[in-house]
């Protein structure tokens, strides 16, 4: 689950709460869709809309969508990811039955009120430009295709959110908007979230009861994310080891007996702490390209035992009480979620200084700033 389907979570479920009529249209099935469900939301299912570079599949999507909005009449459509923009080819300027110029309109008996105009309303939001960020390592091609594609689709939107600030002013010198119809919305959390004690959010994270491994006494750094390029979650582990390493220098390690044992269903680490020293542990949830990698930088370093990647968890923001300290070490960014739940949960933070996390982290006051490590 990913910063967008959060923010189209939280918008989707306050409107209706508002009285709005809402509807969630999705490529594929999974948590959005689950949440919808459980929030009594409408939603649409398109089969075009998917991750893809074939363009037919682009054209059944711009097809789904016309008729999805035909069949609505919706007073606003709001895009939220790259994909999903595609439909800006689609809509712009839609009027249905009753709009001026249409044949309904034409053969209306003269002083006869009509339906209301239904001209929707276009608003897209920026979740991040990854590819524009210096950071981002791609081919040039693709950085120009990114940026002429963006701001091709852009043009034909009423209102284009930004996220942060920062976005927004790389939009601007990117010329991939005007400004006279671009707004910085900044995301924000719940403040209401149903966290697990923190022993019980490690039992669940380590698939163990922490009685019987002692995992009460450790000092434990964590992270959600999503183990990518753009998260250079490297970085964390190369930090951890360098922690872990220097603190065991001449320290004896307690042994422990036993087997790891999965709980709740939850996806656990295959082996968890056979030789174990009570000081730090890093916990990182999330999945992702780069997990086999990780997992072998982890063994190189020697600290394999000394990191638990717990793996896709459904709600990850209720287990944070689990951590001492939340860490980020992304490349680029736009305004991550993970961050504003850390902050939310009152976790001290420790973060790269990227996109638009120095607007809402004042460094040595509301968190640790630093710079990005190559």
Known sequence: MGGAQENVR???????????EVTVAFGETGWLAAEMNKAGVQTALLRGLRR???????????????????????????????????GLLGIRGHRGP??????????????????????????????GLSALHPGWRGPEIIRLAYRMGLRFL???????????ESDLKMALEQKLVSANKAVVVHN?????????SREEARRKLFGVASGEWRVASDYVIGTIARMDYAKNLEALIGAAAEVIN???????????????KPTDGLDTPPSLLHSFTPSLLLVIIGGGPEEKKLRALAEKLSIADRVIF????????????????????????????????????????????????PEIIEDGVSGILVNVVA
């Not at 918008?11 to 508002?18: D, F, M, R, Y």
């Not at 074939?54 to 895009?79: C, G, K, M, T």
């Not at 924000?188 to 697990?196: C, H, P, Q």
């Open 188 to 196: 924000g959390v719940s403040a209401k979230t149903d966290y697990l």
């Open 246 to 260: 220097k603190k065991n220098e001449g320290v004896k390690e307690l042994k422990s007996d036993g087997v790891d």
């Open 98 to 127: 009753g709009a001026q110029g249409s044949s309904d309109s034409r053969n209306r008996n003269p002083g006869t009120p009509g339906p209301r105009d239904p001209t929707t309303s276009i608003i897209a939001t920026i979740h």
């Open 310 to 357: 717990a793996g896709n968890v459904p709600n990850a923001a209720r287990y944070l009480k689990a951590f001492e300290i939340f860490a980020l070490t992304s490349r680029f960014e736009g305004l991550p979620y993970a961050v504003l739940e850390a902050a939310a949960a009152g976790l001290p933070i420790v973060t790269t200084a990227v996109g638009g996390v």
């Open 52 to 86: 893809s570079w074939n363009p037919l599949l682009a054209l059944v999507y711009l097809r789904e969508l016309r008729s999805l909005v035909r069949a609505q009449q919706p007073d606003i459509v709001h895009f939220h990811s790259s994909n999903a923009m595609v």
């Open 10 to 20: 939280a918008l989707a479920v306050a409107a209706k709460k508002s009285g709005h």
């Open 154 to 164: 852009l043009c034909r939107a009423d209102k284009v959110i930004f996220v942060c």
